[in-house]
């Protein structure tokens, strides 16, 4: 064997392992979005809408410039933009200017879209609970949080 030979050997085997991991990544969350998809507790709004609403109230005043939204949520800016305007005239989020740019968006989650968000998401999280966390230990848990954040560049 000569050392070029040897010295890509390793670099095969992490490209290997790292298609592997990505593969197991992948089918697992998949396996668990149609899980929590099908079992997600309301009709009153959507998978995606939900998604919406949970990235909105995770922040200190339950708003988002729509362009840092759009970095957040799982569909194409044309999707997130039908989404927001349905949302807007359901009362769960309203449109706003943004101050600094006038060409910019605010989308804010309104009391009644926070009241349905808190609601559906009681029920959203023991799903969750069942199909993650009853499946790992809390170590493990802890460990899919970190590893996971790591790949989204430290998010």
């Given at each position: 064997m000569s050392i070029g030979t040897a010295a890509a050997e390793p670099t095969k085997r992490v490209r290997t392992?790292?298609?592997?991991?990505?593969?197991?990544?992948?089918?697992?969350?998949v396996a668990v979005m149609r899980t929590l998809a099908a079992e997600f507790p309301t009709r009153d709004i959507s998978f995606n809408e939900y998604d919406v609403l949970f990235n909105?109230?995770?922040?200190?005043?339950?708003?988002?410039?729509?362009?840092?939204?759009?970095?957040?949520?799982?569909?194409?800016?044309?999707?997130?933009?039908?989404?927001?305007?349905?949302?807007?005239?359901?009362?769960?989020?309203?449109?706003?200017?943004?101050?600094?740019?006038?060409?910019?968006?605010?989308?804010?989650?309104?009391?009644?879209?926070?009241?349905?968000?808190?609601?559906?998401?009681?029920?959203?999280?023991?799903?969750?609970?069942?199909?993650?966390?009853d499946r790992l230990d809390p170590q493990e848990l802890e460990t899919l949080a970190v590893l996971c954040d790591k790949l989204r560049g430290g998010e």
């Open positions: 392992t790292a298609v592997a991991a990505w593969e197991s990544l992948f089918r697992a969350q909105l109230s995770r922040q200190p005043d339950r708003s988002l410039r729509l362009r840092d939204l759009n970095k957040e949520v799982l569909l194409t800016q044309p999707s997130v933009s039908r989404l927001i305007d349905r949302l807007v005239a359901r009362g769960l989020v309203a449109k706003c200017p943004e101050p600094s740019d006038a060409r910019g968006t605010v989308i804010r989650l309104t009391d009644t879209g926070f009241e349905m968000f808190r609601r559906v998401a009681v029920d959203h999280m023991r799903s969750i609970t069942e199909r993650v966390g």
